[in-house]
Structure formats: C-alpha cells, structure tokens
C-alpha cells in the first residue's frame, strides 16, 4: 500500500465530519473520503443561476446550543454562522396557527387539557422514565390522555418533522427526548448562507486540524484480514489504515463494502432486517420576486393521519399533501438573487409509495404549496422535483430521510451499535448509536463512538 492513515471516514456527512474532527483533534491522521463532489451528505447546497439551493428542507433544532456547538467547544473552536432562528407554524385546513396554544381555540377544552398534561408529564418525567418509554409509540402514549383527531394529527406532524416518522412509528421515549432538548434550548433556526455553511464550517475545522478529506473519491471496498480493518480501496487504490468509520449507509457498508463473510449470520440478518425512516419528495422552487413572509411551516391534510397514509400507499394521492415548507431566502437573503426567493418544500411519505404516482405527487404538492404561496406556478424562473431515486443516488441506497429509523425496537439499547463485529470497523451518522432530531442525531452518533471507543484506542 502506498498511502497511510491512522484513520479512514467514508462519507463527510454531518457524522462523518464530526468523527473526523474528534480524531484529529485527538493527533490521529485522518482522511475523509467523499464519494461526491459536494460534502455534507443531506446537509449540502449547490449553486443554480445565483441561487444556493440545500438538497432538502432543513431547519436546525438547536443550533450551536445543541451538539453541533458542544463538538466544536469539545476540539476548542467556536462557530463563525450567523443564526436567523424561527418559531415554528402549523397548518390544517388553510389555518396556520400556533402549536400547542393556538390549540386552546380550536379543539374541547377537556382535549386541551389533555393535551397539557401530556406534554406537561413528558417534561417532568425523569430521564430513566423517559427510556422506559422507548419500546412504545408516542401515539400510543399520547391514547393516555386523548384521542381528539387535531391533537393527534398535530402530535404526528411534529413526530415527522423530528424524525420523518409519524406518531405511530416514533419511539414515545425518542420523541420526549427531542421534544424536551428542542423546548429547554428554544433555538431553532436557519444557517446564514444557505445548510452548506454547517458542512463547509466543519470541513474547515476539520483540516485546520490536519485532517485531509477527498472529494470525488468512492470507498469501493473496506479491506478486512482475520476479523480486522486494515485499510479501504478507492478509485481502485489501497489506503493503509487500522481504523475505519464509516458514515455511509450501515446496509451499505456491511452488505457490500465490507461484504457478509466477514459477519456471522445472525449480525448480517439484522443489518438486513433494520428499518428506515420515511423520506419526502422535494420541490425546489425559484420565484422571480419575493410572493411570501413565511419561514417555516408545516401543515397536514387530514385529520385522518393513519387513513391519509394508507391510501397514498394503495396509489391514492390527496388534493392535498402533508408538507414541510421552507423558504431559505426568507432567513437569509444571500441565497437568492436580489429581489427572488427560494421555496423549498416536501411532503413526507413512506419510501414504498408506488412510483408511477409520483408526477400525481409532484402536482398535488405544488398545488398545497400554491395555497400558501399564491401565484407561485406563475413566478417560477426554474423549478426541480427531487423523487426517492434522486435523492438515493447522493446519499445512499437505505435511509433517504434521516436513516435507521427511529422506531420502538430501533432506539436505545436497541439501536445499531456504532462498534461493529470487526474490530477497527465503526459506523456514525443516522445509522447506529445517537440519539436527537437530524443532524443532532448524526453528531450525537460520532461523540457517542468517540467518548466509548475510539478515545480509548492508542
């Protein structure tokens, strides 16, 4: 082999990224190797005729009051990013409204008492009672206290922008968790500059370190010899290295760039078996002239939440979609030409609805979004609708959304261990370990690698 490392990361991914920093603050060398030209997986953003466009819909849960400030406070650096924060809309019915107080006019007031008490409890609860909760759905923790249809179809709307998962998926105890982070810190917001800022300020960090990261430049294979790492291929070329984290798809990495025989049966069926969050088509819209004020916002079109999710499953698309909206351009002009505006929106949804309704999809969403944005079909200097496939070449075959869902039997103690069965093999990200909304999980993901086994190694 030609090139050593102390350690490898595939993928530069918020995960990888933050396992890369800690390495480095930590002396090791340490290269970064990214399959794309752009770095920052899901996190990314890319130039189009003046405008920054992220690849998805993002707001960030905590900013640097969460553990993308504790990373860069844990290697000594302090983030340059300006915030624009936001307080989050809801919307049913062409209603936008705030939640849960706005609540208080819309539904009995025995409901909204319930519904206080529900939320009331979760802050309350001690952290080893919220853990108890992880083997159950919220929406099955919140049948304790209520079954009005806006409670519960607000509790999943939340549940699906947390964790693109709705309410009858979502682990109870991981809901309670982001919920109450997201509450205490009260700072959720928008990166001035577009997503790609975090990326690009956490590659900064990351060589300014001494680390080395790689564009362009696909892991083809994880070398493994008698159970241990010992090195990657790329671009047809062996890179030395007695560790490897890997930030890519954890069904990905074991099934293919590791490869089965170098796992015992039992381990490769539950890789196989895991199961991955929903994910939403995305529309990414240009206006030549600014139609709206709003930041964010997120409305569902059916009180039904179960039901609208069962027909869209059988190929029946709603006249309108559940939809997370985001317009960049309102938090930071910069990302759009003077005087336009940039509107990114999704709808969430099962990565198994059938493909041949996806054009149907595409018009149901732009006309939900038309009805908060008039007039936006007319204003549009150019438009892109991203699909699952899209979206799955750039950041992986497995989890389009966040990545290993956030189920009942998939948090915790339950969730994929970050220390794989070969020894100096790891996995970070969305994948394994961590705990939180998004990019905090990712990052959670790497501190929890780091603080239990890879500060440990010599």
């Known amino acids: 082999m030609d090139e050593r490392y102390d350690a490898i990361v595939i993928g530069s991914g918020v995960g990888g990224l933050a396992a890369g920093i800690l390495l480095a603050d930590q002396g090791k060398k340490t290269l970064i190797l990214e399959k794309n030209r752009l770095i920052g997986g899901r996190l990314t953003s890319y ?52 939640f849960p107080h706005d609540l208080k006019e819309m539904i009995p007031q025995e409901d909204f008492d319930a519904l206080m008490r529900f939320m009331g409890d979760i802050y309350s609860f001690r952290e080893e009672e919220v853990t108890g909760f992880n083997g159950i759905t919220i929406k099955e923790f919140l049948d304790r206290y209520t079954g009005n249809d806006m409670v519960h179809a607000c509790i999943s709307n939340i549940s699906s922008i947390y964790t693109c998962l709705p309410s009858w998926h979502l682990s109870a105890g991981e809901f309670m968790r982001c ?37 362009n430049a696909a892991v083809d294979r994880i070398l493994i010899e008698n159970g241990n790492v010992r090195g990657v291929v790329s671009d047809g070329k062996e890179i030395e290295s007695p560790l490897v984290v890997s930030n890519a798809d954890i069904q990905a990495t074991v099934l293919k760039l590791a490869g089965v025989q170098h796992f015992d049966s039992e381990y490769v069926e539950y890789v196989k078996g895991l199961k991955y969050s929903w994910y939403g088509p995305v529309w990414r819209v240009a206006l030549d ?17 179960e039901g609208y999710y069962r027909k869209l499953l059988k190929g029946e698309v709603p006249s309108e979609l559940n939809m997370f909206l985001v317009s960049p351009s309102n938090f930071s002009p910069e990302v759009a030409p003077e005087g336009m505006q940039l509107i ?18 595409a018009e149901a969403l732009l006309d939900t979004a ?36 956030q189920y009942p039997d998939q948090v915790g103690s339950k969730r994929p261990n970050v220390k794989t069965p070969v020894d100096g093999l790891y996995i970070v990200g969305g994948e394994a370990g961590g705990t939180g909304v998004g990019i905090e999980l990712c990052i959670n993901s790497a501190l929890e690698c780091f603080d239990k086994h890879l500060s440990k190694l010599a």
């Open 47 to 98: 130039e189009r005729d003046g405008f920054k466009v992220d690849l998805g819909v993002h707001v960030i849960s905590r900013t640097v009051k969460g553990p993308y400030g504790k990373l860069l406070e844990r290697v000594g650096k302090k983030s340059a990013i300006d915030w624009v924060r936001v307080r989050p809309l809801s919307s049913y019915n062409g209603k936008v409204f705030v």
């Open 289 to 305: 002239e600014k139609l709206t004020d709003l930041k964010m916002l997120t409305q569902f079109g059916s009180l039904d939440q």
């Open 370 to 405: 038309e009805k908060y944005v008039p007039g936006l079909r007319d204003h549009m200097v150019w438009s892109e609708f991203v699909d699952r496939h899209k979206l799955c070449g750039i950041v992986g075959e497995g989890g389009v959304g966040i990545g290993v869902g």
């Open 344 to 361: 990114n929106f999704a709808a969430p949804m099962p990565t198994t609805v059938p493909d041949e309704v996806m054009g149907e999809v």
């Open 179 to 215: 919920l109450r982070m997201e509450s205490e810190a009260k700072a959720s917001g928008y990166p001035v500059g577009g997503c790609a800022a975090i990326s690009d300020e956490l590659a900064e960090v990351f060589q300014s370190l001494g680390g080395e990261l790689r564009r």
